[in-house]
């Protein structure tokens, strides 16, 4: 299957919210994120990018479906000055001027589409844009840490830890805010240890 990458930046995200919801609703109730997808919550999380002015997203488009199925994949970006307090506290604390950070939101790509090099594009896209944005030291991104234990985890399940690390990402356990969304199997919704990877620009 031919799939077309494509960045869009700025105002242009405005277009593809419903299809950002959709993708992160859809792929992060897998785990290990089990997220119970909320389109209200989504459209405030959104909200970020597209009052950013600065935000991106990598789209990975299948043409050969109806439009409103097209986007397939994505890749998010913002600059650290503009997300949530949570987010900016970690460096704060450990005196790193968040202002010197690009911050990755999620790459999220249907199950049957992986495999295929894409998450590669994504990687690349983001890369490029923040170098060609300018003024960032380092770009970073976190991820949910969970218990080895946990009941939800699959059989057989691998984490993405060694692909981080090949696209030349640190992991930084000194770096780690709590997030809240409601998981799968949870009542409502509860705090979530984020861990940063970083990697100089």
């Known amino acids: ?6 960045t ?4 242009q995200l405005q277009h593809y919210i419903t299809d950002l919801a959709r993708l992160r ?4 109730r897998d785990y290990p994120y089990l997220y119970d997808g909320d389109e209200a919550y989504e459209q405030e999380y959104l909200h970020t990018y597209i009052a950013s002015g600065q935000a991106m997203a990598v789209l990975a488009l299948d043409d050969s479906l109806p439009v409103e199925q097209q986007v397939i994949g994505a890749s998010t970006g913002v600059p650290m000055k503009h997300e949530d307090d949570a987010f900016k506290a970690p460096f704060i604390e450990a005196g790193i001027n ?18 295929q090099g894409i998450y590669k594009g994504f990687f690349a896209g983001r890369e490029n844009y923040v170098r060609e944005l300018g003024g960032f030291k380092e770009i970073c991104f976190c991820g949910v840490q969970r218990p080895d234990d946990h009941p939800l985890k699959p059989e057989g399940y691998q984490s ?5 690390r090949h696209f030349g990402y640190q992991p930084r356990p000194d770096l780690i805010t709590d997030y809240p969304w409601k998981d799968i199997d949870q009542p ?14």
Not at 8 to 11: A, I, P
């Open 25 to 28: 609703i859809q792929v992060f």
């Open 8 to 11: 869009v930046k700025g105002e």
């Open 160 to 164: 993405l830890d060694e692909v981080w």
């Open 188 to 201: 409502e919704s509860t705090d979530h240890p984020m861990m940063f990877w970083i990697k100089a620009l």
């Open 1 to 6: 299957m031919a799939i077309t990458l494509t």
């Open 98 to 115: 968040p202002e010197t950070l690009f911050y990755c939101g999620e790459s999220v790509l249907l199950p049957e589409y992986r495999g």
